[in-house]
């Protein structure tokens, strides 16, 4: 059951309603959006609402049988609020939504709250994009705790891995573009695979404070996992950290950390069923 004021209670039993559609985003970097389908601002507990074209949340289906909750965001690209490069490099990946209804001729009354949660899948199109609002049910569908596995599970440099990731990053510049997504780094000399499945982070150009995977590395040429939302330039600077396959052999050689080792690589697999006298 919601709660609302008994003032707004009395408006939704009126025959013309002015009711608009508010939404709050949190991006994990800590900064906030705030709109409305209103056509002008709305102003509500000191935060003001700005109004965005094509802003259109799908109808909202819940059940209590623990079903994900439906809810899908449409709204118009705008550089003004969220752009396009925005949503390419990630910046509102995981963000913190909160989806509310207000009484825009008097937002003093309070707000209906409709749903809160964390932005999904995100879908560009020409002008327009729709992103997936994923509620606490989603989080119980995700796995809680550990298994057995024969390669690593702690996330490199975590505080179950103890790696030392200052030991094993370089900081670089592009020398020359080679691609898209790919570039050469003449002052990084690490041996060929020793960046491939590791994270770059840019420290100047035009994608300053981004950050993406590397996909392969090898005698200084960089292939990156995703091409970035802006051009890179010879010049810009990077720190690429050397990436981690999950296997025995490179957590002991590589990062000197075996005693750390979160894998069973000796724990027999369901592979060893097959295996019996005779069997060629």
């Given amino acids: 059951m919601k709660t609302i004021s008994q003032e707004l209670r009395q408006h939704l039993q009126e025959e013309v309603l002015t009711l608009a559609w508010c939404c709050v985003l949190t991006r994990t970097d800590g900064v906030h959006r705030a709109f409305t389908s209103h056509d002008r601002p709305v102003v509500m507990d000191g935060q003001r609402f700005v109004p965005t074209s094509g802003f259109i949340p799908t109808d909202i289906s819940s059940s209590n049988a623990f079903n994900v909750d439906n809810l899908d965001i449409t709204a118009i690209l705008s550089h003004n609020s969220i752009s396009e490069q925005d949503i390419l490099a990630g910046r509102y990946d995981h963000a913190r939504v909160e989806i509310f209804r207000v009484n825009w001729a008097a937002p003093d009354m309070g707000r209906i709250d409709m749903r809160s949660g964390w932005l999904g899948e995100i879908s560009l199109a020409d002008t327009d994009f729709t992103v997936e609002i994923r509620g606490l049910m989603q989080r119980l569908q995700q796995t809680v705790g550990q298994q057995y596995s024969p390669e690593c599970r702690a996330i490199l440099g975590s505080a179950t891995c103890h790696a030392d990731l200052l030991k094993h990053s370089r ?3 592009v020398s020359a573009v080679t691609g898209t997504a790919a570039f050469a780094a003449d002052d990084i000399t690490e041996p060929d695979g020793w960046f491939d499945y590791g994270l770059l982070w840019w420290i100047s150009g035009r994608n300053a404070g981004l950050k993406v995977e590397i996909k392969t590395y090898s005698s200084g040429a960089f292939a990156l996992c995703e091409v970035m939302p802006n051009p890179i330039e010879a010049g810009d600077r990077f ?42």
Avoid: H, I, W
């Fill in 239 to 280: 720190k690429a950290q050397a990436g981690c396959d999950k296997r025995t052999v490179t957590c002991r050689d590589k990062f000197d950390n075996f005693r750390n080792f979160r894998g069973e690589p000796m724990v027999p697999g369901s592979d060893s069923l097959y295996y019996y006298p005779g069997l060629k």
């Fill in 171 to 173: 900081v670089g510049r």
